[in-house]
């Protein structure tokens, strides 16, 4: 591997994103371009944006690698990823931007005129917001790390100063252009190397991934262990070793028996070819045709886990606060739910690649098998499979294309939280509104910054499931009562609120604190959508129905604004006049 | 076994919740003594029949506010009237709803609360004994009456008690009114708003496109145009808030008509994020500021002027400015007239008034400016904000 070229890569998108960023605002010099200037941004290019901050480094390196390591489960995450959009699209859309609001705090405020719900609302941004950048920066160290060999915290730090820089220096005024830009670039870097991997297949007599073996290791492979490790071994391997294996030092040819063996970090081993890959203990041991299969991964509770994630999927997307502020940039409702669509659309497009990454990475990486870091197959997958000068440009542009993944993302949740920081907390210290926001763009970077030093890694995919997860159970219920049910209160939506975001916290703290329970607590603390939503919806209904005297006033004039197509023409000025 | 208990910690965690968040919902009034209890009761439910009471004298307004009222008083029957016919009926009786306008004849006439003996009050129901008629005011007018019967017979404590609930009604009725003053009073702003861009303007711009007509009939043929769109936005009669797009459409017209006066002189330059053109500002309150940045940029010298419009996007704000290189001005003229001296600087005042009024008090306008140096003006319109969002 070239690390010049790929840090290259990085380097320059990262300074075309700040480039674009700071000259990127339409500019008229005469009355004659003014009509261009202040013509609104077409949908596509909306979408564009909505979709180039919506794909992060879950979506760009993280879920090939669980499709790699999971197989059919794992194709679930790229579904509900996008068909989140298809539900956002007929339910929430246009009601939402007719609704005026620009966050989700103010639709909570709008809608229920209630300065409460507001503030937890805007509490659970901040949570969603946390939560889901936290994986961004652990996305961007693994990448450095695969990439320049530098330690796993320097890619976070490196990410975060990138974001503080653009945000606070004032550049990033224009984010549609930007996030636009980064959309085509990731899918240019993730479909241009999908070409080349299937032509290098085609060359290769196309090897079937769907064999009734587990993957075997085609050459002499050589894994260095970077973090001490526990794998299973199906049969018995003879390898070479160099470092601690089973607690003892080796130097030189070794015998695993079928079983568990633990190898220390620093370690390296060396595989004959043709020798089956021993698997990392949390990565589910499947030969190819199992891993064509769903439901075929071991773990307890299958069936419910897929269910669980596509609940999370699906619903959370509606409650994601960074994609939820870019439709505001749509002149009206009409114009939302055209750039809605157009998304779908986008976003599947993009989702056609990481399957082929994960099919081709069991084929030519299996070696990720062993190390447990799958999520790094985008990134190695174009070397291993292609190999020679194509395939250090690959990887450049791969590089490329992961960088404005982890900024895009970065970019925009921390402008959403640092905003609602800055309106519910911090401006009601700092009378300064540039200070206030300053401040509160530092408190959004720092704080994930901070838990990344100290939270285990999980897969990248995954990781962000958990913040779909909180974001379907306390917003999607709000989302959906609120937009399409008068009778809820401001009682009841700050009940659900609690009780949503509270469960959800809690089950994914749980989870991730104590990763090996087993059983059906376990299958339902990791995946808490499929109870927690429910639960925090009929909270919410619930606690409306007793309330019912709290329903907001006027609730009919805001449910008329909220659904009235923009084409039929109504008395829209409620004053005085139109009550009498 | 760690994760039975782990599991049942979070359960037991989850019900605690959510039964202190049921407590928190319902129990709320269970404190306190038997008086305490009392007043929030009584206050409660007068606070659930204010707010729609708030639209006036209305059919709507007051069928929703009528059962809470009829609780207050705690009768079988309470109608509401206004001087011609029933306009809301709670309880029993609801059939025979048009003998309460009747019953209340002597009150609207009178002025005062009057009694309906048990003869009239049987017509409505066989049960009820007696009935209290008492009228409603605004501005000290009668407009209507609230009539409640009983299943006893009148005595004083009725009456009292239906009379204060008459006064509580008026009161809100009265408040109505002011609401409704105080509409119409932001109307006439914007209305005097636009009778003052109109004069000048309006001689100065026909006598400009009068000088075209001859040697380019083409401009002056747009000029025309643009300058009946210009109108017809500005003359506009809907709505106080307007799409930040739509009022730069408008300042584009105006600044074509402007630099067909002035030719050359006059240059103009607009920087915009497209994420802000959807914002709601209040109507006209970027024009003013424009047609000031024209007059002070370019009175008094023979120099070129030049007039920077921008509005960018920071976080849940859109910060519009509007700058010219001119003469600038003394801060302490600019600083008099904000507060509502009569000057030169009228539309300064306006503009800074309404952007205060639906935005709140620290999103006033921000004048910076010194003789000789130009002057910046500067606002900043949240994206959202409850006072446009309710329009």
């Known amino acids: 591997m070239n690390p010049t070229l790929a840090a290259a890569g990085m380097a320059l998108t990262v300074l075309v994103t700040i480039g674009l960023a700071a000259y990127s605002s339409r500019l008229a010099r005469t009355t004659g371009d003014f009509y261009v200037a202040s013509r609104s941004v077409p949908a596509w290019w909306n979408a564009s944006a909505i979709s180039g901050e919506y794909l992060s480094a879950a979506s760009f390196l993280g879920v090939a690698g669980l499709i790699m390591a999971g197989g059919a489960d794992a194709v679930w995450f790229p579904v509900g990823y996008a068909v989140g959009y298809v539900l956002l699209l007929a339910l929430v859309a246009a009601p939402l931007r007719r609704s005026g609001a620009y966050t989700l705090p103010d639709f909570c405020e709008a809608r229920l005129r209630s300065s409460k719900v507001r503030l937890i609302a805007s509490a659970l941004v901040v949570l969603i917001g946390w939560l889901y950048v936290l994986p961004q920066l652990q996305g961007a160290g693994l990448a450095l790390q695969i990439l320049l060999d530098t330690p796993t915290w320097v890619g976070g730090l490196l990410v975060s100063i990138t974001v503080l820089v653009v945000i606070v220096g004032g550049g990033m005024r224009s984010v549609t252009l930007v996030q636009g830009f980064q959309y085509w670039l990731k899918v240019v870097a993730i479909m241009v190397p999908v070409l080349f991997l299937l032509a290098a297949w085609r060359a290769d007599a196309s090897p079937s991934a769907l064999t009734d073996a587990p993957p075997v290791f085609d050459d002499r492979t050589t894994v260095r262990i970077e973090n001490p490790i526990t794998v299973n071994v199906s049969e018995q391997l003879t390898l070479e070793a160099e470092g601690t294996v089973d607690g003892a030092t080796v130097a030189g040819s070794l015998t695993w028996q079928p079983g568990q063996h633990t190898v220390a970090d620093g370690t390296t081993l060396v595989f004959p070819a043709g020798a089956t890959v021993p698997h990392l203990s949390s990565v589910p041991q499947l030969t190819g045709a199992g891993w064509g299969q769903p439901l075929q991964s071991g773990e307890e509770h299958t069936l419910y886990r897929t269910f669980a994630l596509m609940f999370a999927l699906f619903l959370g997307t509606m409650g994601l606060p960074h994609v939820l502020v870019r439709f505001y940039t749509n002149p009206d409702g009409r114009a939302a739910r055209r750039t809605a669509l157009v998304v779908i659309g986008l976003v599947g497009l993009f989702y056609l690649a990481p399957s082929v990454y994960g099919m081709l990475g069991r084929l030519y990486a299996p070696e990720l098998l062993l190390t447990g870091r799958t999520d790094a197959v985008v990134l190695l997958l174009p070397q291993a499979a292609v190999g020679g000068l194509a395939g250090q440009w690959l990887t450049a542009l791969v590089a490329a294309g992961a960088a404005a993944a982890f900024l895009a993302t970065a970019t925009g949740l921390t402008v959403t939280v640092a905003g609602v920081l800055s309106q519910d907390v911090v401006s009601k210290r700092v009378r300064d509104p540039i200070v206030s926001f300053r401040i509160a763009a530092a408190a959004a970077v720092l704080v994930p910054l901070l838990l990344g030093l100290v939270a285990e890694s999980l897969p990248l995919a995954r990781a962000v499931s958990l913040a779909f997860a909180v974001a379907a159970a306390t917003f999607s219920p709000l989302l959906l009562l609120g937009i399409?049910?008068?009778?809820?209160?401001?009682?009841?939506?700050?009940?659900?609120?609690?009780?949503?975001?509270?469960?959800?916290?809690?089950?994914?703290?749980?989870?991730?604190?104590?990763?090996?329970?087993?059983?059906?607590?376990?299958?339902?603390?990791?995946?808490?959508?499929?109870?927690?939503?429910?639960?925090?919806?009929?909270?919410?209904?619930?606690?409306?129905?007793?309330?019912?005297?709290?329903?907001?006033?006027?609730?009919?004039?805001?449910?008329?604004?909220?659904?009235?197509?923009?084409?039929?023409?109504?008395?829209?000025?409620?004053?005085?006049?139109g009550l009498r | 076994?760690?994760?039975?208990?782990?599991?049942?910690?979070?359960?037991?965690?989850?019900?605690?919740?959510?039964?202190?968040?049921?407590?928190?919902?319902?129990?709320?009034?269970?404190?306190?003594?038997?008086?305490?209890?009392?007043?929030?009761?009584?206050?409660?439910?007068?606070?659930?029949?204010?707010?729609?009471?708030?639209?006036?004298?209305?059919?709507?307004?007051?069928?929703?506010?009528?059962?809470?009222?009829?609780?207050?008083?705690?009768?079988?029957?309470?109608?509401?009237?206004?001087?011609?016919?029933?306009?809301?009926?709670?309880?029993?009786?609801?059939?025979?709803?048009?003998?309460?306008?009747?019953?209340?004849?002597?009150?609207?006439?009178?002025?005062?609360?009057?009694?309906?003996?048990?003869?009239?009050?049987?017509?409505?129901?066989?049960?009820?004994?007696?009935?209290i008629a008492a009228p409603l005011t605004s501005d000290d007018v009668v407009i209507g009456a609230l009539v409640a019967y009983s299943n006893l017979p009148a005595g004083p404590a009725l009456m009292r008690a239906v009379e204060e609930v008459a006064t509580f009604t008026s009161?809100?009725?009265?408040?109505?009114?002011?609401?409704?003053?105080?509409?119409?009073?932001?109307?006439?702003?914007?209305?005097?708003?636009?009778?003052?861009?109109?004069?000048?303007?309006?001689?100065?711009?026909?006598?400009?496109?009068?000088?075209?007509?001859?040697?380019?009939?083409?401009?002056?043929?747009?000029?025309?145009?643009?300058?009946?769109?210009?109108?017809?936005?500005?003359?506009?009669?809907?709505?106080?808030?307007?799409?930040?797009?739509?009022?730069?459409?408008?300042?584009?017209?105006?600044?074509?008509?402007?630099?067909?006066?002035?030719?050359?002189?006059?240059?103009?330059?607009?920087?915009?994020?497209?994420?802000?053109?959807?914002?709601?500002?209040?109507?006209?309150?970027?024009?003013?500021?424009?047609?000031?940045?024209?007059?002070?940029?370019?009175?008094?010298?023979?120099?070129?002027?030049?007039?920077?419009?921008?509005?960018?996007?920071?976080?849940?704000?859109?910060?519009?400015?509007?700058?010219?290189?001119?003469?600038?001005?003394?801060?302490?003229?600019?600083?008099?007239?904000?507060?509502?001296?009569?000057?030169?600087?009228?539309?300064?005042?306006?503009?800074?008034?309404?952007?205060?009024?639906?935005?709140?008090?620290?999103?006033?306008?921000?004048?910076?400016?010194?003789?000789?140096?130009?002057?910046?003006?500067t606002m900043r319109i949240p994206k959202f904000a409850e006072a446009v969002s309710d329009e």
């Open chain 2, 171 to 377: 009161g809100q009725l009265d408040l109505a009114e002011l609401d409704r003053t105080r509409a119409r009073s932001a109307e006439a702003e914007v209305r005097v708003l636009r009778a003052q861009i109109s004069p000048h303007f309006i001689f100065n711009s026909l006598t400009a496109i009068a000088s075209f007509v001859r040697t380019d009939p083409d401009r002056a043929r747009d000029l025309l145009l643009d300058f009946a769109e210009f109108t017809r936005y500005s003359f506009r009669s809907h709505g106080r808030y307007t799409a930040l797009a739509d009022e730069l459409r408008s300042v584009e017209q105006y600044l074509l008509l402007e630099q067909a006066r002035f030719g050359d002189r006059l240059q103009v330059r607009l920087r915009v994020d497209p994420e802000v053109l959807s914002v709601r500002i209040p109507f006209l309150c970027i024009q003013p500021l424009v047609e000031n940045a024209v007059r002070h940029g370019l009175e008094g010298r023979d120099a070129q002027g030049t007039v920077s419009i921008t509005a960018i996007e920071r976080g849940p704000e859109c910060w519009i400015s509007v700058e010219d290189d001119g003469v600038g001005n003394d801060p302490q003229v600019i600083r008099r007239s904000l507060s509502g001296e009569p000057g030169d600087h009228v539309g300064l005042a306006n503009v800074d008034e309404r952007l205060r009024q639906a935005f709140g008090d620290d999103h006033g306008l921000v004048v910076e400016t010194a003789p000789m140096a130009g002057t910046k003006v």
């Open chain 2, 1 to 131: 076994m760690d994760a039975w208990v782990l599991a049942l910690a979070a359960i037991a965690g989850a019900i605690v919740l959510g039964v202190l968040i049921a407590r928190w919902v319902r129990g709320r009034a269970r404190m306190g003594t038997e008086s305490q209890m009392a007043t929030y009761r009584t206050l409660h439910i007068a606070s659930l029949a204010a707010p729609a009471l708030r639209g006036g004298l209305t059919e709507a307004g007051t069928a929703r506010s009528v059962k809470y009222l009829r609780g207050l008083l705690g009768v079988p029957a309470l109608a509401i009237t206004d001087r011609f016919s029933t306009l809301a009926w709670d309880g029993i009786g609801d059939k025979q709803r048009e003998f309460a306008v009747q019953h209340a004849e002597a009150a609207l006439d009178s002025g005062s609360p009057v009694v309906i003996n048990a003869e009239q009050a049987r017509d409505v129901s066989e049960m009820f004994r007696s009935g």
């Open chain 1, 484 to 577: 399409w049910w008068p009778k809820l209160t401001d009682a009841g939506a700050a009940a659900g609120l609690l009780l949503g975001g509270v469960m959800a916290t809690a089950a994914i703290a749980i989870s991730t604190l104590v990763p090996d329970l087993a059983g059906w607590p376990g299958a339902l603390l990791s995946q808490p959508a499929a109870w927690a939503m429910p639960a925090a919806l009929a909270t919410m209904v619930g606690v409306s129905l007793r309330t019912a005297h709290r329903i907001t006033p006027g609730v009919d004039r805001i449910m008329i604004r909220l659904h009235t197509p923009e084409a039929v023409a109504v008395q829209r000025t409620w004053t005085a006049r």
